[in-house]
T-cell receptor, first 110, second 114 residues
């Protein structure tokens, strides 16, 4: 039931792009994305509701394919501040529980 | 507005003891969720409270319980602690009455069970 994220880890140079995928075995109502820096609490990035909408702000955006129960987070022109662990979070159609994904460690180097 | 606060920030207990953690949500937020974070299992949902009622529950044993007070502050209790309960416990509050909204996390309580 825990969504699976890929890749598990990625190292980028400043300015490069990255895609993080989140896949669930359950029918989803919403997908959330969070970033957690070492020793800090997760910080909300965005929510996508069923309907296939794509959201974004600045150089971070995401898409949600409810038919495939998948979401992708796109980071373009990465900055050093993007480093951290990214988690997707999913809420099923029944809305009974919230599951965080397995996490993706992203490191941006100069 | 002040953010989500959690107390204490660090706790050391021994096996068999019980522990109570506290979470004060952002003013005006009525929904509070609790999560356990460990290196092996990642972030796992414990339960969610709204208006003093448990609205959702994760797959944790009955040793894990919680409650919410009329001022939306929430506590979680773990009885008969086990070594595997060592974790970072995070609470999050939500500004709307529905969980499909931004979750604001507190700094967490680091629990170590010896």
């Amino acid at each position: 039931q825990q969504p699976v994220q890929s890749p598990q880890a990625v190292i980028l140079r400043e300015g490069e792009d990255a895609v993080i995928n989140c896949s669930s075995s359950k029918a989803l109502y919403s997908v959330h994305w969070y970033r957690q820096k070492h020793g800090e609490a997760p910080v909300f990035l965005m929510i996508l509701l069923k309907g296939g909408e794509q959201k974004g702000h600045d150089k971070i955006s995401a898409s949600f394919n409810e038919k495939k129960q998948q979401s992708s987070l796109y980071l373009t022109a990465s900055q050093l501040s993007y480093s951290g662990t990214y988690f997707c979070g999913t809420e099923s159609n029944t809305g009974n529980q919230f599951y965080f994904g397995t996490g993706t460690s992203l490191t941006v180097i100069p | 507005k002040a953010g989500v606060t959690q107390t204490p920030r660090y706790l050391i207990k021994t096996r068999g003891q019980q522990v109570t953690l506290s979470c004060s949500p952002i003013s005006g937020h009525r929904s509070v969720s609790w999560y356990q974070q460990t290196p092996g299992q990642g972030l796992q949902f414990l339960f969610e409270y709204f208006s003093e009622t448990q609205r959702n529950k994760g797959n944790f044993p009955g040793r894990f319980s919680g409650r919410q007070f009329s001022n939306s502050r929430s506590e979680m209790n773990v009885s008969t602690l086990e070594l595997g309960d060592s974790a970072l416990y995070l609470c999050a509050s939500v500004p709307s009455d529905y969980r499909i909204d931004t979750q604001y996390f507190g700094p967490g309580t680091r629990l170590t069970v010896l």
